[in-house]
């Protein structure tokens, strides 16, 4: 059987974009082909949306993992919404995807930006690919015991799509244009792979995530500071010593010395100020630059991945 590759839109119910882009220039792509690929599309969390609420229960995207999925007493609407898609489209679904591209908007100023999660070789392998035609930065989400379940994690091969800066449940057709870029590209490289045409490139450089900060806070847990305006909107732009992370309500400013103290540089924050970000108690995640050379077993998961679709 032909794997196919499965389109997430709406994991969050608040981030309209993609919803917006699939109902558009990819409305029944259940029933035709992209780039030769067989492609399917569905909305992640139908409820939320039409709620317009980021999830009911729990976060749909931390989710994904066994311990939840696996447990019978578990009855939150995303744990069964979970189930349902890995029945439809899980690697051992009615309808099998090898891929899964999950499209997400954010309140941070990400730009065009792809995460991954852990170093699967073919995750990585397309992720570079992408960098090379596109230039977008990777964040390599990994060692983050607080943040698991991630929806990418449970099919062969998963990349998230992440644009911004747009406020939650607002559409704009500059992001939905962004999310539609980097998805065409996506399916074009997939398509190549499996022709066996795609350019692998030299290298993949990645922000790997190190760890993540909250607001200030009192012992009580009132917060009493705020993202610093110089730090506002500069994700992915390194920090320097004496650099201002925060601004405390007396008016002095919380530099980042003491959070940057002993990580490895250069140090780069991504998801500044993310809206939906503050009930996990997280201001802004810390990565370390670093450019990998391309692994030859990266080159290859992927061929051998794309040959199945």
């Known amino acids: ?4 590759v499965l389109l997430v839109a709406g994991t969050h119910g608040n981030e309209c974009n993609a919803p917006w882009l699939l109902s558009g220039a990819y409305a029944g792509a259940g029933e035709r082909n992209h780039h030769g690929l067989q492609v399917r599309s569905v909305v992640g969390h ?5 709620a ?9 995207n931390r989710t994904f993992s066994t311990t939840l999925l696996e447990d019978p007493a578990c009855r939150d609407r995303e744990v069964i919404r979970a189930r349902q898609l890995l029945a439809l489209h899980g690697p051992a679904g009615m309808e099998p995807a090898a891929v899964v591209i999950d499209l997400h908007s954010t309140t941070a100023a990400m730009g ?18 992408l960098q090379d035609r596109l230039g977008l930065p990777v964040y390599l989400h990994e060692g983050d015991p607080a943040q698991t379940g991630y929806l990418v994690e449970r099919w062969p091969c998963g990349l998230v799509i992440e644009v911004g800066p747009v406020a939650q449940g607002v559409i704009r057709a500059q ?6 870029l ?16 795609v350019r ?17 806070r009192a012992a009580d847990g009132t917060v009493v ?27 002095r400013s919380q530099v980042c010395d003491a959070a940057i103290e002993g990580l490895p540089g250069p140090i780069c924050p991504v998801f500044i100020n993310e809206a939906a970000y503050r009930e996990k108690g997280i201001a802004l995640s810390l990565t370390c630059r670093e450019a990998w050379p391309f692994q030859p077993a990266w080159g290859q998961a992927l061929l051998d991945l794309a040959a199945g679709l």
């Open 1 to 4: 059987m032909t794997a196919i």
């Open 225 to 251: 500071g705020i993202v610093h305006p110089q730090l506002q909107d500069r994700d992915w732009r390194p920090l320097q010593p004496g650099d201002p992370l925060f601004l405390l309500r007396d008016g």
């Open 112 to 129: 065009n930006s792809l995460v991954v999660y852990g170093r699967r070789p073919a995750d990585l392998a397309l992720a570079a690919v």
């Open 46 to 50: 139908p409820e939320a949306l039409e």
């Open 52 to 60: 317009g609420r980021r999830y009911l229960d729990r976060d749909l």
């Open 182 to 197: 980097a998805l065409e590209e996506t399916l074009v490289a997939l398509a190549a792979a499996r022709s066996g045409a």
């Open 200 to 216: 692998l490139p030299r290298s993949l450089v990645v922000h790997r995530h190190l760890r993540s900060l909250d607001l200030p």
């Open 175 to 180: 992001i939905v244009d962004q999310t539609l």
